[in-house]
């Protein structure tokens, strides 16, 4: 699908903007930018991410958010980041997603499928964080859960496969001659689950306004291409 596809810019931040839209960091006023970044596995996206709202003072939301729907969900950690992203195929096959009802009804939310519940909680909490705050949040459809806001800016990163294996040996200490099918693994379940919830195709360049190679950029490069697009760089 990407080859060596470099980079696409679809569009920068450059809606007409109301007075709430923006905030102070710094003693400066600025635009307020919701930042999705949706990755393959082992591409980069969560250093990306998170050295994003570093420079920019934001809150990042990966791993807190996987713990907040924990929280209000009464489900364990662990089942909400695998449930919530990488949902196994029988799992979806008796799951009709969120899509076609309201995702935050509590007495429907007993009745779904525990897919759904999960992706109702993330659905809520996302808006929630959208409405509150500039942030930085990656994955859980958070590009398809804020489409259409004109203070959202979403960020599709790729890699090539080797460099994307080395990356889960090195960070997340998987077996050398498991890290190819780890990585291929995560983003066939990911590439399901999206597809479950959103209906459209996971990682095409339309669907984003911004898609980087960490592979021929570098993680540096994509971060400054990233606040160069937002104009939130200065």
């Avoid at 919701?34 to 420079?55: D, P």
């Avoid at 800016?153 to 998987?174: C, K, M, Q, S, W």
């Amino acid at each position: 699908l990407w080859g060596d596809f470099i980079f696409w810019v679809k569009s920068p931040l450059t809606n007409v903007l109301l007075e709430e839209d923006f905030w102070e960091r710094g003693g400066k006023t600025m635009k307020k930018c919701i930042i999705t970044i949706s990755r393959q596995c082992g591409s980069g996206g969560h250093t990306i991410g998170k050295t994003v709202a570093e420079r920019l003072g934001i809150p990042f939301y990966d791993k807190k958010l996987v713990q907040i729907v924990a929280e209000r969900s009464g489900l364990s950690a662990e089942t909400v980041r695998r449930e919530g992203e990488y949902s196994s195929a029988s799992s979806l096959f008796t799951s009709v997603s969120s899509r076609g009802y309201s995702a935050y009804n509590a007495n429907q939310r007993e009745n779904m499928a525990l897919p759904d519940q999960i992706n109702a909680y993330q659905t809520e909490l996302i808006k929630e964080l959208a409405e509150k705050e500039s942030c930085v949040i990656v994955g859980r459809c958070a590009d398809y859960i804020l489409q259409g806001r004109k203070d959202c800016f979403h960020v599709f990163i790729t890699g090539a496969l080797p460099d994307r294996a080395n990356r889960v040996i090195a960070e997340h200490g998987v077996a050398a001659d498991a890290a190819r099918s780890h990585v291929k693994e995560r983003d066939r379940k990911r590439s399901s689950y999206y597809k479950h919830i959103t209906d459209q195709a996971w990682g095409m360049a339309a669907n984003y306004d911004l898609c980087l190679n960490s592979s021929k950029l570098g993680i540096d490069r994509c971060v400054e291409l990233i606040l160069a697009a937002t104009h939130m760089d200065s």
